[in-house]
C-alpha cells in the first residue's frame, strides 16, 4: 500500500523553523502560527516525516499570512518516520500510525478551535496526511479540503466527500498515479452539491508541495504554485 516513493527525499527536520510558536492543542503537541483572534482556522496534516519538516511549515506561514489561525499538530508523538532506520520498515511504522488514529486524534483539535471562537475551520493533508482530511471531508466538521499528493484515499472514501475539496496531483506519483486522481475528479463531477478542484502538476514527484529543494528553482515554483492553489481554495470556503 505504501511504496518507497512515499519514503523519497525525507525532510531534514528542525523543530524550531517556522515564525510560529509550539504549544500543545488537543493535548498534541503542535506547530502554531497566526493570530489567535482569527474566526478561520486550518489544520494541516503532515505526511509520514512529521510536523519538524522546514517546508511544511514555512506552508504553515504562508497560510497565517493569509489571515488564517493554523495548527501543526504532530500526530506520531515524536515518533515520525525515520528512513534510515532499517529494523522499522514503512509497513512496520504504519502499524503504529495508521490514518485512523489519525482521525481519531485530528477532531479534539477541531473542537478546541471552535471552542476558541473559530468558525470556520479548513484542513489540508499531504501524503497520509490526505487520508485523515478525507474522513473529516465525509462529515460537516470542516468547511472545505486539500489534499497534497495523497496516499491511501480511495475512490469509495471520494464518494462519501460532503465538502468542497481541491486535489492537487503530481504526473509522478505511484501512490496515486494520474489515472487514479482523474478517477477522483470524475466522482466528484458527478456530485452536483460539493464543489471541487483537480489538478495534475507536471513533471513533478509525489511529495512535491512539501519536500523539495530550496535550491531547485523549477521545484520551489511548483511547490509555490501548489501552495498558491490552495490557498486560493480556502479563500473561497474558509471565511
Do not use: N, R
Given at each position: 500500500m505504501s511504496g518507497p516513493q512515499c519514503c523519497e527525499n525525507p525532510p531534514t527536520l528542525n523543530p524550531s523553523s517556522g515564525v510560529g510558536h509550539l504549544e500543545?492543542?488537543?493535548?498534541?503537541?503542535?506547530?502554531?502560527?497566526?493570530?489567535?483572534?482569527?474566526?478561520?482556522?486550518?489544520?494541516?496534516?503532515s505526511d509520514i516525516f512529521g510536523y519538524d519538516a522546514p517546508n511544511l511549515r514555512k506552508f504553515a506561514d504562508k497560510a497565517a499570512a493569509a489571515g488564517y489561525y493554523v495548527v501543526v499538530p504532530d500526530f506520531f508523538y515524536g515518533d515520525p518516520y525515520v528512513p534510515d532506520n532499517a529494523g522499522r520498515t514503512i509497513q512496520i511504522w504504519l502499524q503504529d500510525h495508521?490514518?485512523?488514529?489519525?482521525?481519531?486524534?485530528?477532531?479534539?483539535?477541531?473542537?478546541?478551535?471552535?471552542?476558541?471562537?473559530?468558525?470556520?475551520?479548513g484542513a489540508v493533508g499531504f501524503c497520509?496526511?490526505?487520508?485523515?482530511?478525507?474522513?473529516?471531508?465525509?462529515?460537516?466538521?470542516?468547511?472545505?479540503?486539500?489534499?497534497?499528493?495523497?496516499?491511501?484515499?480511495?475512490?469509495?472514501?471520494?464518494?462519501?466527500?460532503?465538502v468542497p475539496l481541491a486535489i492537487l496531483g503530481a504526473e509522478i506519483d505511484q501512490m496515486s498515479p494520474p489515472a487514479v486522481i482523474k478517477q477522483f475528479e470524475e466522482i466528484l463531477a458527478a456530485k452536483p452539491d460539493v464543489d471541487a478542484f483537480v489538478k495534475i502538476f507536471?513533471?513533478?514527484?509525489?511529495?512535491?508541495t512539501v519536500r523539495y529543494s530550496i535550491e531547485d528553482e523549477a521545484a520551489v515554483k511548483a511547490a509555490?504554485?501548489?501552495?498558491?492553489?490552495?490557498?486560493?481554495?480556502?479563500?473561497?470556503?474558509?471565511?
Open positions: 500543545k492543542v488537543a493535548g498534541l503537541d503542535s506547530y502554531v502560527a497566526g493570530s489567535p483572534d482569527s474566526k478561520s482556522a486550518i489544520v494541516f496534516v495508521g490514518a485512523a488514529k489519525g482521525f481519531e486524534d485530528v477532531k479534539p483539535v477541531i473542537e478546541s478551535l471552535k471552542s476558541k471562537g473559530i468558525t470556520a475551520i497520509w496526511g490526505a487520508k485523515v482530511v478525507v474522513e473529516l471531508a465525509k462529515q460537516d466538521s470542516i468547511k472545505a479540503g486539500v489534499f497534497c499528493h495523497p496516499s491511501f484515499v480511495s475512490v469509495d472514501d471520494i464518494k462519501e466527500v460532503k507536471p513533471g513533478v514527484s509525489h511529495g512535491w509555490e504554485e501548489a501552495h498558491k492553489d490552495a490557498l486560493e481554495w480556502f479563500a473561497k470556503y474558509v471565511k
